[in-house]
């Protein structure tokens, strides 16, 4: 089993890699517009990838000890690991957005949560990459309220996280979609070729008689269908008209019941925990597929479960445990996941509308590791997923 990466390193050398790490993200962000709003499609290749970071569980830095590391690995091992990976698997994939699906910091753990949050993002902004996040069960834990944290994450630098959207009345605070615009300069530059709802998914059931976690409430479900479907008809019908809608990605932190449809023999990556999903199904993964644009849906929470699995259409996806302070298994690689979407290219070298959406996880280990690479969705194939050992 690969060695957690970077605390194979004395405290003051990690100390060191760290300061050497934000004097390289200030020169790399510097010149750099891709902080400052609208997402796009990269020109060179015709991409745009994202990096989803769930559970950070960030309290107070170099204070906070690690959870369930190797024996050899606890002296001081601390929250600046977490910040350490998140340097390294930046600098690795260069993602054109960050997506932080919630329980970022551990608040019951956290002095200050607004300074916590402040240092687990912290990495993002020093490289000046656009990020978005939504909130788990854990952040508002501690100093701030639910309605607190989002707050602060809206009002932070290189945010596009947004509260709430404005003028409906809806449960839940972060429920918001981002547009990822095609490639400057083609035809469909000014249409949302790829859309991206983000909704939060709640903490704790708020009905005694319903135990357990909080679920996505009807209220959002609705903006979601409107979401999609005024999304749908501006894709197809404005010039230049498409045929078919463009493709969706949810994020949110509680998984759906409906991740508990899989076995070993249906899904790529690992099970090694039970799904702790809300005790009643309120029917949002229904809706995603009555509404046919989201290929795949990506949670954290459940930090031991990697897995993507198909149902339906649609592309279930954990995306492993990224925190230091959080629980683990020791030996097993604090890990994130990694979304590609390519765009069709036409032979006189137009680009077009998304052909493909891969995935792959990487590893806190020695090298960095690349695994479970495969295609969740592709454009004339019913979104069958396939393993695919090839990324470039």
């Known amino acids: 089993m ?27 962000g ?18 745009f990838k994202v990096l989803q970071v769930a559970d950070m569980h960030y309290a ?38 960050v997506v932080f699906t919630g329980d970022n910091i ?8 607004a300074k916590s949050m402040d240092a687990a993002i912290a990495p993002a902004i020093a490289m000046n990459l656009p990020w978005a996040a939504g909130i788990g069960n854990h952040d508002q834990e501690g100093t701030l309220s639910r309605e607190g944290v989002m707050r602060h994450l809206v009002g932070m630098k290189n945010t596009l996280s947004r509260f709430n959207p ?27 070729v790829l859309n991206m709802y983000f909704l939060d998914s709640g903490d704790y059931s708020t009905v005694p008689s319903i135990p357990g976690y909080g679920w996505i409430k009807a209220s959002q479900e609705a903006w979601f269908r409107k979401t999609s479907s005024s999304l749908q008809k501006n894709y197809t019908n404005e010039e ?48 995603m597929v009555e509404a046919g644009d989201v290929k795949a849906a990506f949670i954290g929470h459940d930090h031991l479960n990697d897995f993507c699995g198909k149902l339906t259409g649609i592309q279930l996806c954990y995306a492993g445990g990224f925190g230091y302070h959080a629980y683990g298994k020791a030996g097993w690689s604090r890990r994130a996941r990694v979304v ?6 036409t032979e006189t070298g137009e680009w077009q509308g998304v052909k ?30 396939s393993k695919d050992h090839d990324r470039s």
């Open 2 to 28: 690969a060695r957690l990466g970077l605390r194979r390193f004395p405290p003051p050398m990690l100390l060191l890699l760290l300061a050497l790490f934000l004097v390289a993200a200030a020169a790399a």
């Open 30 to 47: 510097k010149g750099k517009k891709r902080g400052g709003g609208g997402l796009r499609f990269r020109r060179e290749g015709g991409t």
């Open 60 to 97: 107070d830095g170099r204070s906070t000890a690690c959870e369930d590391v190797l024996p050899e690995q606890v002296a001081g091992c601390s929250d600046l690991n977490t910040t350490a990976f998140l340097y390294r698997v930046i600098r690795a994939e260069d993602p054109d957005l």
């Open 106 to 113: 551990y608040g019951a753990d956290s002095t200050d949560a």
């Open 166 to 192: 404005e003028g409906v009345e809806i449960d839940g605070f972060g429920n918001y979609n981002l547009e990822v615009g095609g490639v400057e300069g083609t035809l469909l530059a000014n249409k949302s």
């Open 240 to 287: 230049p008209r498409q045929k078919e809608p463009a493709p969706a990605l949810a994020y949110f932190h509680i998984p759906l019941p409906e991740f508990s449809s899989f076995t070993a023999s249906n899904f790529t990556g690992v099970k090694q925990e039970g799904i702790s999903s809300p005790s009643i199904n309120s029917g949002f993964f229904t809706t």
């Open 340 to 345: 590609s979407v390519q765009l069709e290219k």
């Open 356 to 385: 493909s959406i891969k995935t792959w996880k990487r590893l806190d280990d020695q090298h960095l590791t690349s695994i479970d690479s495969e295609v969740l969705w592709n454009r004339g194939s019913n979104g069958r997923g």
